[in-house]
């Protein structure tokens, strides 16, 4: 028995209820008819017997067990409650007593065997005469009843939680009350007061700590279960699965423990059911046949980590896109534009389950959704990360406790020189942010300070590190009138809301305080921005800002840009095409470049003195690697003369693909706007995918692959692992959409075959040894099942897997139609997952045979 | 829902038919309400405004560490605001939905009236003001408006008084 915490509960428990099974089997003596004390009698020893099977001790178990068929013959009226029987079950209780006492002290049961009462006590389940034993006098059961005494159970006792709840309360008033009386010594003079109240101070810290801890429980309570449910889960599901927990004894607030049981349930049920793979799939894969799902708690920064991991197979990023665009979440081009990231949030959607079947473990769709909001109740975030093939971890992070949180003070306006009367309007007000989501606070100091957050239309950003971080002013989001003091300073407070960042000014910053959360009347619920109010060491009210409100407020105003917007963009439905966000700039003779700005990593300025030259390239040193920098203009139109170049400081545009980075050296950032955008005028320039209308402005879209492909030179790369010689024969009738892939493909390594029709590419497979082949569904001469059935017909082309090009994930639900037609199906603009998919392919190839010839011939 | 409020809004009409009343003054108009649902009453209380509130929320007061919010009456009646410099008493109510404060000009005294002397609302009485009041004690010497606390303590109905 390990944990102690467990035993000693166990223990406690198990006190209590011989204690009340005394006075009912003596009530049962009086009143031998009522079937519901028998029925309770019945369950407390079926209880006992369950925790003692629970902890392994088996004697205990064996007696409880005996006693409990006994009660179950009365019960079900085969036998009449006797005396005899009623001092059998009493003996067994005085049985039970000693071996609880026995592991108090010593950590283990009696040594005394029970076998003679258990030989009776079947006896009497049976209906033969039940004999008393002389130790077990009804005297004498009394007697050592009362012995027992001392130790665990009486060092606890047992209390209502309403009752410290109250407590808690108190301690929150007392708390306030401290704080005032600290600031109000602060002003006097006198040794007794200021003595006085540092005492009351102390005591008050250590009163609040010790009412906190009344009501803490180690997560361990809840985590009991889930060996039993992991258990289970993997016999329904015929799985191998270990359970590992690690932490059990980090406590929490009990309000919150409550909370987290069925999200926590929900979720170790859904990496055993979905993460592991069955054994022979592990095996294949090369993992160990027994699954492994970790469960770890700790506390980190006032909060409680809670990590639950699987080693099973990750989450499908395609498979899940397409789940949510077959249950009509979210529409195909949306689901072709998310990333990695968003495509994971998706499993957060309401009716999302990814399980291919329906088990009477889960897969019915109410779920992932169910413990975000649960979590989120409490103040907790939860976070999913997956690498496919790998496993997944869900990370939660839970408060600490409810009622007192640690929160910045920050403030409007002058607060030094405050205004008598507070009216509204004069004088300063304090604000407190929860520190839950504080990340970062931002001081930015003198003239630069003016400077420094751009403001490109209606959006204000700051470049934080080089990211581009919105930024909102507190006083436009609370509709304050006036302008900041002066504003030689700016606070920024970088805020945590769901997945996003975001930067609120303020214009004071005090200090972190404990505060004690208050509600707000009804009158003012409504207000989102607020989370409660809390009464400051002056007495003055404070209001608590609620950051999510405040970021959904900030995202009407600034028109929430940031990247992971996919829920409230999906659940815009009726809005005809998804916007998407751009980032416009002007480079040389370009005035108005635009790229999608979820492809940008980052924003950079570099002083010129910093950009060397290196092997008659730009380079700057960037993050200990040395970044590469392409004059942009010159790729657009050789020649041209270098603006961008001869800044100072240069601007960049850093976009980077896995370990590779390489920053487009541009005149200026124009502005960053959402638009939905469809190319309207194909461009014959390379490195132009053709010009559109972004924000009324007519806007050339840049090419991205294909710039990056012709500056690839100096594309900072690292060899990618690209099997020898991997040849991809491209069937794709759109030249636009070819040129991309082609450019991707390239630059991922691989050889290229391009074709536009079915016949040519038919022509040129008897031409060149492919590995793979991706094939459009719109293939032009015959649609790519035609170009299948064709190919594979040909014996020579048998082994050759075919990938299909769909140019919405609606399409692929023609699979179900020719099942075990393509190896996979691609969504067309998704590269990540196409070159996934290729590179597998093309490795499983190259082992079978000989490496190709390396040949590329364009089509 | 609609149905209880209705029926509590009856019996209480009924019982202050007759009784104590504390006063106030609000620009001029002489107002009173039930004797017991009034908590207290206490000199202006530093107030923390509510920035994105209705307006006739005038701010959240401290009302020993409890948190209470104060509406203004001059507001919720649709009259001019108090002049500079003159402060707001408060009137502390309890109420189903918890306690709130009445911001008042003046505190008056507790009085007794009888059912005798209670009538109607006139119909040509101002709506924003006809709304909020059960009746009229006819005193003495002025006319005692009986406040309806349900009502003026309910934000989305009533009298058009804006809440932006």
Redesign the interface.
Known sequence: MEDQEIVKEFLIESNDNLSRLEQEMVELERRPRDTELLASVFRTFHTIKGTCGFLGYGKLERVAHQAENVLSQLRSGSQTFTSGLASLVLEAVDVLRRHLRAIEAGGQEAAEDSADLCRRLEEASRGSACTLSEAASPAEVEASAQKVSGGVADSAIRVDVHLLDKLMNLVG?LV??RNQILQFSAQQEGAALSATSQRLNLITSELQEGVMKTRMQPIGVVWNKLPRLVRDVATACGKQIALELEGADTEMDKTIIEAIKDPLTHIVRNCGDHGIERTEVRLGRGKPAQGRISLRAFHEGGQVIIEIGDDGGGVDTEKVKAKAVLNGLIRPDQAERLGEREALNLLFLPGFSTAEKVTNVSGRGVGMDVVRTNIEKIGGTVDLSSRFGEGTTVKLKIPLTLAIIPGLVVTLGDCRGEAP??K??KGG??FVIPQVSLVELVRLEGEAALRSIERIRNTAVYRLRGNLLPVVYLREV???EGLAVDSDTINIAVLQAEDRQFGLVVEGVKDTQEIVV?P?????KG?N??AG?T?MGD?????ILDVMGIAQKCGEVAGGHERTRVESDMRLENVADTKQTYLLFRAGPFERLAVPLSLVARLEEFPLSHVERAANHLVVQYRGQILPLVPLAQILEPGSADTAGSQDPVQAIVFSDGDRRIGLLVDQLLDIVDDAVSVRQVSGRKGLLGSAVIGKLVTDMLDLDAVICSASGVWNQEEAEVPEGATVMLAEGSTFSRGILRASLEMAGYRVVEASTAAEALTQLARVKVNVVVTALDLPGGGGYEFLEKMRKDPSLAGVPVLALAASAGDTSQRAAQPGAFQDYLIRGDRDAMLRSIHRLASVLNSQSAAPEPTVEKG | MLTTGTISSLESSSRSLSGQYSTFDVAGFYFGIDVLQVQEVLR?Q?????????AV?E????LR?????A?DMRQRLGLPPRAD?E?AMNVVVRTE??V?SLLVDEIGDVVEAESSSFERPPENLDPAIRNLVRGIHKLKDRLLLVLDTDQT?K?DTGNGQSLN
């Open positions: 008033e306030l009350t009367n507070g509204k309007g007000q304090h609370l509709g304050l208050k707000l009347g009804k009158h003012l207000l921005c607020y109010a009464i007495g003055r009210v404070a209001l | 202006y530093r107030m923390t405004p509510v920035p994105l509130a209705p929320i701010g959240l007061i401290n560490g409890q948190i209470v919010t509406m410099g402060t939905e918890g709130v303590l934000l």
